[in-house]
């Protein structure tokens, strides 16, 4: 079963500028984390938000985390070609020995 | 060592072989995982190994047989997959056993059963 959905499911822009996308949760959760996966590959985790922190920064990442709405966030600032992949949330359902859950994803393209 | 590695990179297999996909880590990590991602879909959990033991099993169908002879690493063995079951297989790996981790993933086994 899905606990994350992001939106959009695509996007498209020029390199230097910023991109966001969005994901959703249904139930609890004790943190929540964002991955990226180029085409075919294996998942890079990127940034790991606890259900306690509302913004979370990385070099170019920027991540929020609203509990009250079920949402987070992920801002990618000045992006370049090599930021084009998939980007995927990820969230437990706050229980104790539970695995990650991922969402749909968002998969953005940057051209140069 | 900060990788997890998945062998083969490719496997093609006919529907009545009986083949295995690796995973290894030497990060000292106590919890691996086993996912299932279909073209452009998320990956879906099939198994979680805490210390050694299976955890999780997401009602994965029985022709997926998951084994973990230590703990570095993680096996899954197949036999009698159907076509829909070519997929990339996914192993990944975190310190410990709960989600206060973020996850180390290999970069996959890409399978087509014919």
């Known amino acids: 079963s899905q606990q994350g959905e992001e939106d959009p499911q695509a996007l498209s822009i020029q390199e230097g500028e910023n991109a966001t996308m969005n994901c959703s949760y249904k139930?609890?959760?004790?943190?929540l984390q964002w991955y990226r996966q180029n085409s075919g590959r294996g998942l890079v985790h990127l940034i790991l938000?606890?259900?306690?922190?509302r913004e979370k920064h990385s070099g170019r990442l920027r991540v929020t985390l609203d509990t009250s709405k079920k949402s987070s966030s992920l801002l990618i600032t000045a992006s370049r070609a090599a930021d084009t992949a998939s980007y995927f949330c990820?969230?437990?359902?706050?229980?104790?020995?539970?695995?990650?859950?991922f969402g749909k994803g968002t998969t953005l393209s940057v051209s140069s | 060592d900060t990788e997890v590695t998945q062998t083969p990179k490719h496997l093609v297999m006919g529907m009545t072989n009986k083949k295995s996909l690796k995973c290894e880590q030497h990060?000292?990590?106590?919890?691996m995982y086993w996912y299932k991602q279909k073209a452009k879909k998320p990956p879906e959990l099939m198994f979680v190994?805490?210390?050694?033991?299976?955890?999780i099993n997401e009602s994965v169908p029985s022709r997926f047989s998951p084994e973990c002879p230590n703990s570095s690493l993680l096996n899954l063995h197949l036999h009698a997959l159907q076509p829909e079951d070519s997929a990339l297989y996914l192993c990944?790996?975190?310190?410990?056993?709960?989600?206060?981790?973020?996850?180390?993933f290999g970069s996959g086994t890409r399978l087509t059963v014919v």
């Open positions: 938000i606890r259900s306690n922190e």
């Open positions: 190994y805490s210390y050694e033991k299976l955890s």
């Open positions: 990820a969230t437990d359902s706050n229980q104790a020995g539970t695995a990650l859950i």
């Open positions: 990944a790996s975190s310190q410990g056993a709960t989600v206060f981790y973020g996850y180390t």
């Open positions: 139930t609890s959760i004790n943190n």
């Open positions: 990060m000292g990590h106590r919890a």
